[in-house]
């Protein structure tokens, strides 16, 4: 079963606990089979016994030493019984703790491609409920699982002493349990996949619910939210009545089974008993530690059921445990001797996503330090073509090179440090101001933050805020305005010193005055040399350009600054006309700036 | 209360008392038929339970030993014939019992997502989504045995008890008192792990929730961990908030193990002293050796179902923890909801008014101030300023998304809080700074405006606002899947679609925030076109940094300190060469 390698495999440092913890099981279930040994051996001897009466007047103090052994074995054995249990719990715990931070670091490294296919309600339900269940397979099913083994197999050993055949009659039940314990086995394992796909669809319409909540609101949409979220948990509803129910429905073969041991015993041992093969004493041991075989042919069902759980967890886990991203280093990689200078060139670099051209045949170059500006229509591919350069995307055909040396070449991580990008969906995280401006370098003091949030014109609404710095902004920073968002996320561009900082329509929401002093900033008030690469839509932001850079359906349409473009046919002229209506109006203040 | 992180605990006040399971019986009441019939099932099979030794002991007293070869036979079969009644009773039952405690989750969940509906912005404002997420999903999973066959098997257990316990009375008083003498002992101990055991799950549901909130925001903002090179890091922090709940698990089932063995401890010191009264202390002369051998029969049975109900106990002390958090949340005040006598707002004409408007996000600090305005019906407004003005506040007030501190709002001369908030929300067309995407197609996305729209309308919708071509031109047109990230769209294909959805709607008033300001200005331009015939007759609130898309509005409002600074239209602010005049010439 690879399931089992999984986990045996992420044991690893837990699997000395584990392996104690499953002894200690053992030695106390064998330790419960022997409890009743000094309550009937007082009983015996004190109370129903044919000496008792003589005994309780001369051998009082044996009296007393068979009640400690009886108060003292107990404590033993729950003592042990703890311990165990202990032991099970360090080691789940220990390898639950493994599984899940790999997990975290495989979600966290993945390309772009993984997250558009895994839901994050999805990777939630994987997460938690999944992962919970794993946890019960090793804290409670192996364990009841080895218990039972243990304890059919010991007083199975221990029936066959007494007598074999009336051993042989009670141990001939047993492959009926394996019958019906196939059959539920073929169905309860489509049943519980069928629960985890409803959980996560569940997870998945909550979370959406909740992101979207703005949303939900503004088209006053919460009824047909709860008839979506309704219909959802019925499904999940169902599912689980249908999973339960296929147990149901085997459950009753396995106990009338189990049930019957008792009759065999009492039929079987009966007529032994009369044809004299079979002593009082012998029947009385046998169905007192009848339990202890019927018990273990009980629970086979429930394992068998928390079996399938456990695997349409697990399987789910694995496929994530195991997701190999496709943008990994390569082996000849190397690590750049220092910061890089920023010269980027794109060769011939063609790009698809699942088919579809993106980007075809782009040819440019862009030396350190340079401000290049990208413009095109909504689609045309700007986004595309800036993720090449931190390698978020391969390219399919081309090379994308900085410093002279294609991006597959150097280390990952020492490219992407290089680099920083305020994305065009800024994403805060629920924590405070500083630490999202420090996200990309934590050991930044606080002068230094408070510099990148000046650079980006943020300085000003935070000072305004409650805790200023310290103001907690909610989760994709809800509570600040889109422009208050985008200069956090500029401030935090800003705060890693990049050598090259690309500016993923940024400045979108920001009023046209603060951009105005946004660009001064970054032109002139940056305190290390970087390449700058804009994607915008307004000319302001891209008429100071080294070069602008105008996209069409994936290809470059135009290369040229401002003045060679304005003089061309083309996009960058029609934008212009368009908004420099809005300039004409104000050519006075216009000239000579 | 403060925004919450990922790594702060949650506080919770209330002290435990057993209000909680109370009043979980307002969820369980539904079923109780079928509760009661599952208690009347237990009984019964716990009667063929007491039924099967008699047999056995017919068996071994008297056919037995008679050598009774048929009454042996009959016997067995009455046996077998116990043991199916017992097993098809107990079937039953379950059967029963899964459908009443997946009905009762599913009825919580209900209650819990419907409330949340109904929370304001800033419930979700203030905390990780992911600890909203895990609240609806896992804790309720997680009380659902609790209140189902939990409930159910302490019943059993408690007449269990009394039943054993009138046994032993009838039997023997004297050592019926020194059977019960174990009951304080057990008390003390329960209530002293109890103690700990509460405090220790509830932090562990902190842990918990702490982790996957986290978790949550880094599914959501990998690419932003990714583009700072900060997955080493992250990982570091989650590793420890992973260590951290590891540990308060540790810590609370350090607590909870102990339950079963100090239970199973008293009950032999409770057997013990039995013996050494019963033997020793007493006369054996009073007390006869067959009385003994029953009592202690007995006291073994009668610790079994409070060993039961220990660990029945248990596990309600640890689920009590996710119930707390589960009715937490459902206590959570709704702040804007209908007022009391409500009416549906007549079909909105679209004159919009504030009057005296104050309002702020926090008490004490106002973002508006006495603000007042008149909006005709059909006009189109336009709000400029500098970022964090109040521009997004002023239009969300209208939606009454937010309750004002003084003055009043109207629509036609309605006071919107005298509305009921579906009849107002569903008559406004929003456009928000975020465009949302649901996981779904990309028809079912735009069709999110107007549920009843037909294809045609929503093609059409696209078309209007230029997104008909990008969409045409994916790998399955309108069917496309795409999902809450965007799922391949770029940001301005995001603002395209929720703009479809907006103008779907069909909206008395449209509120644009930053519409289009992921829109390249081309498409922008033909949008604009498109809406300008769209906008005809229907009074609208425009958030914008383009000039293009301010100029043509009727009035234009500088939004300033708390308040309008000045209005006009675009030629009367710019002859007045104040803050829009400014602003308008400070570019370039």
């Known amino acids: ?593 | 209360m403060a925004r919450n992180r990922y790594d702060v605990d949650e506080q919770l006040e209330t002290p435990f008392d057993f209000t909680h399971l109370k009043r979980s019986f307002v969820y369980i009441k539904k079923y109780r038929g079928k509760m009661v019939l599952s208690l009347v099932i237990s009984i019964l099979s716990a009667i063929t339970g007491l039924l099967a030794p008699l047999l056995t002991k017919r068996a071994l007293d008297v056919t037995i030993p008679d050598k009774d070869y048929k009454e042996l036979i009959i016997l067995a079969c009455a046996l077998m014939g116990f043991n199916i009644i017992s097993v098809a009773l107990g079937n039953i039952r379950s059967r029963i019992m899964t459908v009443v405690g997946q009905n009762i989750i599913f009825d919580i969940r209900e209650d819990l997502f419907a409330h949340l509906q109904e929370l304001p912005f800033t419930y979700y404002d203030d905390r990780p989504h992911g600890k909203i997420l895990i609240r609806v999903i896992n804790y309720v999973n997680s009380v659902s045995d609790m209140l189902s066959n939990g409930i159910i098997n302490f019943i059993m257990e408690i007449l269990n008890m009394i039943f054993i316990l009138i046994f032993m009375l009838i039997v023997d008083v004297r050592l019926t008192l020194v059977a019960l003498s174990g009951l304080p002992l057990f008390m003390l101990v329960m209530f002293a792990i109890k103690k700990n055991q509460r405090r220790a799950w509830q932090d562990v549901s902190n842990k918990s929730s702490n982790m996957n909130a986290y978790l949550q925001e880094n599914i959501v903002g990998a690419r932003i961990t990714q583009v700072f090179t900060r997955e080493e890091e992250n990982a570091e922090i989650y590793d420890e908030l992973n260590r951290k709940y590891r540990k308060s698990w540790m810590r609370a089932v350090k607590f909870s193990n102990l339950v079963w063995p100090a239970t199973d401890n008293i009950s032999t010191i409770v057997r013990a002293a039995l013996f050494i009264v019963g033997l020793l202390v007493l006369n054996p002369a009073t007390v006869s050796l067959g009385t003994l051998s029953a009592m202690t029969g007995y006291a073994s049975r009668f610790w079994q179902p409070i060993m039961n109900i220990s660990n029945i106990i248990n596990n309600f002390i640890n689920n009590i923890a996710y119930l707390e958090r589960i009715f937490e949340t459902l206590d959570t005040p709704v702040t804007i909801t209908d007022k009391e006598g409500a009416v549906e707002m007549p079909r909105i004409k679209g004159n919009v008014s504030f009057e005296n408007v104050t309002f702020g996000y926090e008490e004490g600090i106002d973002v508006l101030k006495d603000l007042s305005f008149d909006i005709k019906a059909g006009q189109s407004v336009a709000l400029v300023g500098p970022t964090g003005a109040g521009k997004s506040t002023i239009v969300s007030l209208i939606s009454r998304f937010y309750d004002i501190s003084k003055g009043r709002i109207t629509i036609d001369g309605v006071n919107i809080s005298d509305v009921t908030l579906k009849s107002l929300r569903s008559q406004m067309g929003i456009m928000l700074q975020d465009s949302f995407i649901f996981s779904d197609t990309v028809m079912e996305n735009i069709r999110y405006g107007r549920l009843d729209a037909t294809d045609e309308e929503i093609v059409s919708a696209a078309k209007t606002v230029c997104a008909d071509g990008f969409i045409s031109l994916m790998e399955d047109g309108y069917e496309t899947q795409v999902n809450e990230r965007g799922g391949g769209l770029s940001g301005g294909e995001k603002q395209l679609i929720s703009f479809a959805r907006t103008l779907l709607s069909d909206p008395k008033i449209l509120v644009l925030d930053e519409a289009t300001s992921s829109i390249d200005a081309r498409t922008e331009a033909l949008v604009q076109r498109g809406l300008a015939e769209l906008l005809k007759g229907r009074t609208s609130f425009i958030i914008a940094h383009r000039l293009s898309t301010i100029r043509n509005c009727d009035v234009i409002m500088f939004i300033n300190d708390h308040g309008i600074a000045e209005s006009g239209t675009h030629d009367e602010l710019m002859a007045k060469k104040g803050a829009y005049y400014e602003l308008y010439t400070a570019q370039s």
């Open chain 1, 1 to 593: 079963m690879f399931e089992f390698r999984w986990l045996w495999e992420n044991m690893k440092g837990s699997r000395r606990n584990y392996i104690i913890a499953l002894c200690l099981s053992v030695l106390c279930n064998g330790l419960y089979i022997t409890a009743p040994y000094f309550q009937s051996k007082i009983i015996d001897n004190y109370i129903s016994g044919e000496n008792a009466i003589e005994n309780l007047k001369n051998d009082r103090s044996g009296l007393l030493w068979l009640i400690a052994g009886m108060i003292g074995f107990t404590f033993i054995r729950t003592v042990f019984q703890y311990t165990c249990n202990m032991y099970y719990e360090t080691a789940s715990q220990g390898m639950i703790y493994k599984i899940r931070t790999h997990l975290f670091r495989k979600v966290e490294n993945q390309d772009i491609a993984f997250y558009d296919r895994f839901r994050t309600g999805d990777l939630m339900t994987r997460l938690t409920g999944d992962l919970d269940m794993v946890r019960h397979m090793v804290s409670w099913v192996i364990k009841g699982a080895v218990e039972s083994i243990a304890l059919f197999t010991a007083s199975m050993v221990y029936f066959f002493i007494l007598d074999v055949p009336t051993a042989l009659c009670i141990l001939a039940l047993t492959p009926f349990i394996f019958i019906i314990r196939r059959k539920l086995s073929r169905y309860a394992g489509p049943a519980y996949r069928q629960v985890r796909e409803c959980s996560s669809a569940l997870n998945t319409a909550a979370q959406e619910n909740i992101s979207g909540n703005r949303v939900v609101k503004a088209f006053a949409r919460e009824e047909f939210e709860k008839e979506k979220f309704r219909k959802r948990d019925e499904q999940y509803r169902s599912a689980n009545i249908k999973a339960a129910y296929v147990w149901l429905k085997y459950q009753p073969f396995i106990d009338v089974i189990a049930g019957s041991l008792s009759v065999v015993l009492l039929l079987v041992g009966g007529i032994f008993m009369i044809k004299r093969h079979l002593t009082m004493g012998q029947y009385v041991a046998i169905s007192g530690l009848l339990w202890a075989v019927s018990n273990p042919m009980r629970s086979i069902g429930n394992y068998v059921n928390d079996f399938h759980r456990f695997v349409a967890s697990a399987g789910k886990i694995i496929e994530v445990y195991y997701f190999a991203p496709m943008i990994v280093d390569r082996e000849d990689a190397s690590e750049p001797a220092e910061r890089l200078r920023g010269d980027i060139e794109f060769k011939n670099v063609s790009f698809s996503i699942e088919g579809k051209k993106i980007l075809d045949n782009i040819s440019f170059d862009i030396k350190a330090g340079q401000t290049v500006a990208i413009m095109g229509a909504t689609g045309s591919g700007k986004t595309s073509l800036i993720n090449l350069i931190p390698r978020f995307y391969d390219t399919d055909e081309g090379e994308v090179l900085v410093d002279g040396k294609n991006v597959r070449l150097h280390r990952l991580h020492a490219l992407r440090k290089n680099i920083s990008i305020a994305t065009q969906d800024v994403l805060l995280y629920s924590d405070t101001i500083d630490s999202n401006i420090a996200f990309g370098d934590t050991s930044l003091d606080e002068e230094y933050v408070r510099k990148c949030a000046e650079l980006s014109c943020a300085s000003e609404f935070i000072e305004e805020l409650p805790d200023r710095y310290d103001t907690i902004v909610g989760e994709r920073g809800v509570g600040l305005s889109g422009g208050q968002k985008q200069r956090i996320s500029l401030a935090r561009a800003l705060a890693v010193r990049p050598s090259v900082l690309i500016l993923d329509d940024t400045t979108s929401a920001v009023d046209m005055e603060t951009e105005a002093v946004i660009q001064k900033s970054l032109a002139e008030g940056l305190d290390f040399d970087c390449t700058k690469i804009i994607i915008a839509q307004r000319i302001s932001s891209t008429r100071k350009a080294d070069k602008i850079i105008i996209l069409e359906n994936g290809r470059i349409a135009d290369i040229g600054t401002h003045d060679e473009l304005i003089k061309r046919d083309g996009y960058y002229r029609e934008i212009y006309t368009l908004q420099s209506g809005e300039e004409s109006e104000r050519q006075v203040s216009a000239v000579g700036t």
